[in-house]
């Protein structure tokens, strides 16, 4: 793998300006193929968090006035600013966090476009409207305040975007902290909302350890909403924290998602489909449909069919442009995913193809991996791995495919598949979780997305992402 420059980020942006941390701190960045350093940036204390929450919240009450059409028109320059960056910033993604360059130029940067996107369509959408009358009353939304917004390495970019860019729309003003596995697309988006002319003190970025500037942003009491995203026990702890306060909360957090395929179904087409809905971002994605639900009668043909797709998932470097998997994001999370592999082959399930041996001797690198005969009281069954780990579950009827779908604590996705529409929608409306993708469907950033039980609170993309941002306040006897 060739040598990559390093960057080095030595402030916050704050106030609509670049600040050095009151401390000093750096966090190093490492690419998680090679463990080299790729990059340096500041990591905060409280008192970061507090200059960053004065300046969002000095900046609210204009911000919260200037017309909608002028909030729109600054995202749109974002937007367009991300979209014409897209190969640089996906390739400093790729970097930071492992993806494929491929994928990430395929897939990272333009998601946060169509966030940026679709989040100023919902806002012209709903100035289109107008405000709601019933009866004597008058319906207007205010937006929330200052938002606090904590993201994930997963998607770094995207997440920031699917909060950033509806607050903003919303007139609501912003304090992020990126990860600090992968903040460095965030200090690209700063200078892009600089030079999109966004007032200062609208958007913040203050970057660190989550148990400082996390925890200080979330119980801030100039912050009005936290928008999270990030394991289930993280946001967990969030909702104490933001509860002593009051504070309104969107969590977005940990799945494992159930893919049907009925008996029906085209096992050509929907099993390679099925291993790039778990493989996908080198299975790092809270949507990874990790669980394969198929006939018990059709369990060999299956198991077939997915050790064939499963060694097209080529891994390499990020470089590399026939690779389908890349590292996972850090030798810790590559150290975790080995344990879950592990773990099932110690439990009793069947190991088709992949298993716990690193593939390359370096680097934080998983194997393709699929397991059959996974019973529903397993640990890979139940619990969020985050790495390209399939679990193949046979069932003997829909209804007993269906328990095991709604079987764990989590519904954020799901999926299924079957050669009649009709039948598929029938047993998609039967799934508890908060998306179910029918035959294959591509994600669509404008419907909303988010989660049942412990996958968390709240809706993300579009019309239902932007309306997390407003408060709904009455005007008795204004009509």
Known sequence: MKEIAMIERKAFYIGGAWVPPIDGGVTEVRNPATDEIVGLSPSGTVADVDAAVAAARAAFPAWAATPATERIAILDRVRDGLRARNDEIADLISDEMGAPRAFSRGAHVK???????????AMEELLSEGEEAIGPTLVVRDPVGVVGAITPWNFPLHQISAKVAPALAAGCTVVLKPSEVAPLSAYVLADLFAEAGLPGGVFNLVGGPGRVVGERIVTHPDVDMVSFTGSTQAGRRIAELAAQGLKKVALELGGKSANIVLEDADLSVAIPAA????????????AALSRLLVPRSMLAEVERLAAEAAATWTVGYQTDPSAKLGPVASPDQQKSVLGFIESGIA??????????????????????????DVSPDMTIAREEIFGPVLSIMPYDTVDE?????????????????????????ALARRLRTGQVVINGEPLNLRAPFGGYGQSGLGREYGRYGLEEFFEIKSLQGAV
Do not use: H
């Open 111 to 121: 998601m946060a476009v169509s966030n940026f996107d679709f989040a100023a369509r």
């Open 275 to 286: 291993l790039k809905q778990c493989y996908a971002n080198t299975g790092q994605a809270c």
């Open 347 to 372: 439990e009793g399930a069947r190991l088709i193809t992949g298993g716990p041996t690193p593939p390359i001797d370096t680097g934080a690198f998983v194997s393709a991996t699929v397991f059959s």
């Open 401 to 425: 495919a269906v328990e095991i779908a709604n079987s764990v604590p989590y519904g954020l996705s799901g999926g299924v598949w079957s050669a009649d529409r009709d039948r598929a929608v």
